[in-house]
C-alpha cells in the first residue's frame, strides 16, 4: 500500500509552485492541467510539467498528473505530451463512465510497450464528482486493473445536482459515503474532498478525523499549509497501532489454542475487528511510522 493521506494540487504552469512543492513532504503532488490552469495556459502548463517531472527531484512523493477531463478535447494533447515524462499516475476528473478509466489506460499500456517500461508502471486514479459518476460507481471502481483509488470530489458534484455547500456537508454526505463504499468494495483507496477554508486549520483537522474515521485513505488538499495537519490526521496515532499490535497478538493466541471469537479487554472479538487492526497497521507502515 502506498500512503496517500495527502494529494497536494499544484497549478501546472507555475514552476516556482512545483519547485517548492517538492520540499513539503507531502505524499502526493498533483501537477494540475485542468481547473487551476486557464484555456490560454494550458500549453505552458504542459511544458512546465514536463519540466518538474524531468529534472525535480521527489524523493519519496508521488508525482502526479491530472489531465483534462476525457472528451474535454484537451486529453489527448494533454496525454502525449505528459506520458513520455513518466509521472506515477494519472488523475482523471470528472469520470462518468468505465469506457473513460478503460481509454486512459490504453493510452498509458501503448506508451508503456513504446518506450519499454514495466506494465502497469504508471496508476491511474479517477475522480468521482458528478452525479453520473455516483450512479456508475461500480463500473468506474471495476473498470480497470491499473486503477489505484477514487476521488472524491464535493464542490463540483453539489454543482451538478445544484445543492449549496454548507459546513456539515449533508447535501453530499451520500455521496462522499458512497465513493469510499465502492473503493473499499473493489480494494481501491479513497481520497476525501477539499477543505476550501484556508484559514481554519481547526476545521480542516476536524473534516479530516471524519474522512479518516469513514475509511478514507487521504484528503486532497489545495494549500502547503494543510500538508501537516492533514497528513498527521490521517497516520494511526501511537495508541492505535500499539492497540493493534496487542490485539493481533492475542488473536494469534487464540487461533493456535483452537478458539475462533474471543474476550479482549471486556469486548468481544471477531473477523471485523481482526480485519480493521490490521487495516490500522497496514496505514502505519505505508506512512513510514512502523
Known amino acids: 500500500m502506498r500512503a ?28 494540475d492541467l485542468e481547473d487551476s490552469v486557464g484555456l490560454n495556459r494550458k500549453a505552458e502548463a504542459r511544458a512546465a510539467i514536463v519540466s518538474a517531472l524531468q529534472t525535480l527531484d521527489f524523493r519519496q512523493t508521488e508525482k502526479l498528473t491530472r489531465i483534462n477531463p476525457v472528451g474535454s478535447g484537451l486529453e489527448i494533447e494533454d496525454i502525449d505530451s505528459i506520458l513520455p515524462a513518466h509521472p506515477d499516475g494519472i488523475v482523471i476528473p470528472k469520470v462518468e463512465h468505465a469506457e473513460q478509466v478503460r481509454w486512459v489506460s490504453g493510452q498509458i499500456a ?8 514495466p506494465a ?39 454543482g ?15 455521496a462522499r459515503s458512497a465513493v469510499v463504499t465502492y473503493a473499499s468494495a473493489y480494494n481501491l483507496q479513497a481520497i476525501d474532498m477539499v477543505y476550501v477554508d484556508l484559514h481554519d486549520i481547526e476545521g480542516l483537522i476536524n473534516e479530516s478525523i471524519q474522512g479518516a474515521q469513514m475509511g478514507y485513505s487521504g484528503k486532497q488538499i489545495i494549500h502547503p499549509n494543510q500538508v501537516s495537519p492533514v497528513q498527521q490526521a490521517f497516520t494511526p496515532s501511537d495508541e492505535a497501532v500499539e492497540d493493534a499490535k496487542k490485539l493481533l497478538q492475542a488473536f494469534l493466541e487464540c487461533q493456535q489454542s483452537g478458539r475462533g471469537a474471543f474476550a479482549y479487554q471486556g469486548k468481544m472479538v471477531d473477523a471485523p475487528v481482526i480485519k480493521a487492526a490490521q487495516q490500522v497497521l497496514a496505514r502505519a507502515k505505508a506512512a513510514g511510522k512502523i
Open 160 to 174: 451538478d445536482i445544484g445543492a449549496v455547500r454548507t459546513h456539515p456537508g449533508w447535501e453530499v454526505f451520500y
Open 4 to 31: 496517500r493521506r495527502a494529494l497536494l494540487y499544484v497549478p501546472g504552469d507555475d514552476l516556482h509552485k512545483i519547485t517548492k512543492a517538492v520540499t513539503l513532504g507531502v505524499d502526493c503532488i498533483c501537477l
Open 120 to 158: 502497469g508502471s504508471i496508476d491511474l486514479i479517477v475522480q468521482i464528482e458528478t452525479a453520473m459518476g455516483v450512479v456508475n460507481l461500480r463500473e468506474i471502481a471495476s473498470s480497470d486493473a491499473r486503477l489505484r483509488a477514487l476521488i472524491f470530489g464535493a464542490e463540483d458534484l453539489a
Open 110 to 117: 501503448e506508451a508503456e510497450h513504446r518506450y519499454h517500461w
